[in-house]
T-cell receptor
Framework: DAGITQSPRHKVTETGTPVTLRCHQT?????MYWYRQDPGHGLRLIHY???????DKGEVSDGYSVSRSKTEDFLLTLESATSSQTSVYFC?????????????FGPGTRLTVL | AQSVTQPDIHITVSEGASLELRCNYS??????LFWYVQSPGQGLQLLLK??????LVQGIKGFEAEFKRSQSSFNLRKPSVHWSDAAEYFC????????FGKGTRLSVIA
């Protein structure tokens, strides 16, 4: 499987505080994605990146921002966390030599906003 | 717009029985199609994928899926389910980025 790590793996924070989640890959894949997973909603795309400094919004981007200053790192920031952002966040990558559109997922970050 | 429908939220099967998980999609062209599996507390693992060619694709863990263009379907099958197959299964379609269905949770009983 692809080398993808997410940090932190678990985080509890309070409403109104900023939070940054990190996704790191060792595969040199071009595309990186952030999803959130909630019961009954499956996976929903927040933002994705198609290269360094190139990002685009997904279907649930409000309240989130991203940055990608290096190929291997994709950061997701909640500027002011709200309870509705309590979720499990997954990073994914694609665009490697095995197949342009096959996405490989990280282990996830469980975020709780109190 | 692309969309994926997994009609069954939860399925329970007996160990050793056959399994079919349904997936219907809406896509403007010939799609790339995927099935992923997620065990509790884990990330998503790729089971199989269809890009082109033979419409019956084989995946890991004894799973297979058949692409039927006329029915806009990509159903996942396994001839004999094991207790370790209990997990959530996601169908996905598209290009970059993918669109995911909401998942089907599989329970396996003895």
């Amino acid at each position: 499987d692809a080398g993808i790590t997410q940090s932190p793996r678990h985080k509890v924070t309070e409403t109104g505080t900023p939070v940054t989640l990190r996704c790191h890959q060792t595969e040199n894949h071009r595309y990186m994605y952030w999803y959130r997973q909630d019961p009954g909603h499956g996976l929903r795309l927040i933002h994705y990146s198609y290269g360094v400094k190139d990002t685009d919004k997904g279907e649930v981007s409000d309240g989130y921002s991203v940055s990608r200053s290096k190929t291997e790192d994709f950061l997701l920031t909640l500027e002011s966390a709200t309870s509705s952002q309590t979720s499990v966040y997954f990073c994914a990558i694609s665009g490697g030599s095995k197949g342009e559109d096959t996405q490989y997922f990280g282990p996830g970050t469980r975020l709780t906003v109190l | 717009a692309q969309s994926v429908t997994q009609p069954d939220i939860h399925i329970t099967v007996s160990e050793g029985a056959s399994l079919e998980l349904r997936c219907n999609y809406s896509y403007g062209a010939t799609p790339y199609l995927f099935w992923y599996v997620q065990s509790p507390g884990q990330g998503l693992q790729l089971l199989l994928k269809y890009f082109s060619g033979d419409t019956l694709v084989q995946g890991i863990k004894g799973f297979e899926a058949e692409f039927k263009r006329s029915q806009s379907s990509f159903n996942l099958r396994k001839p004999s389910v094991h207790w370790s197959d209990a997990a959530e299964y996601f169908c996905a379609v598209g290009n970059t980025p993918l669109v995911f269905g909401k998942g089907t949770r599989l329970s396996v009983i003895a």
